[in-house]
């Protein structure tokens, strides 16, 4: 079974950064994507960005690019998601999940492990 524990949520103004993390349980960590995706209320959980196994590949959605960095330590068993340029819009619980097989997957059924979770909310 693997678990994910995100962290580094919290309150934010608009225009300043934030750090997302997310450990991972179990050995097999470095052969999966990794990626993020976000609920706001009364909304649909959307994909935010992932990455590769290695690392080597990442993808975003278009309303965080250039603002947001998906990066992994796989020493660590460990992803992160750098946030910069926060705007209000951006508010939401982030989750971290594991891919289901190898490639670079933006649907939510490519994904079967998922965290908890993580409140962002940035002000104005």
């Known amino acids: 079974q693997v678990q994910l524990v995100e962290s580094g949520g919290g309150l934010a103004q608009a225009g300043d950064s934030l750090r997302l993390s997310c450990a991972a349980s179990?050995?097999?960590?470095?052969?999966?994507?990794m990626g993020w995706f976000r609920q706001a209320p009364g909304k649909e959980r959307e994909f935010v960005a992932v990455?590769?196994?290695?690392?080597?590949?990442?993808d975003y959605t278009d309303s965080v690019k250039g603002r947001f960095t998906i990066s992994r330590d796989n020493a660590k068993n460990t992803v992160y998601l750098q946030m910069d340029s926060l705007k209000p819009e951006d508010t939401a619980v982030y989750y971290c999940?594991?891919?289901?097989?190898?490639?670079?997957?933006?649907?939510?059924?490519?994904?079967?492990?998922w965290g908890q979770g993580t409140q962002v909310t940035v002000s104005t």
């Open positions: 999940a594991r891919g289901v097989r190898l490639g670079m997957p933006t649907l939510r059924s490519a994904y079967n492990y």
């Open positions: 179990g050995r097999t960590f470095s052969i999966y994507p």
């Open positions: 990455i590769s196994g290695n690392g080597g590949s990442t």
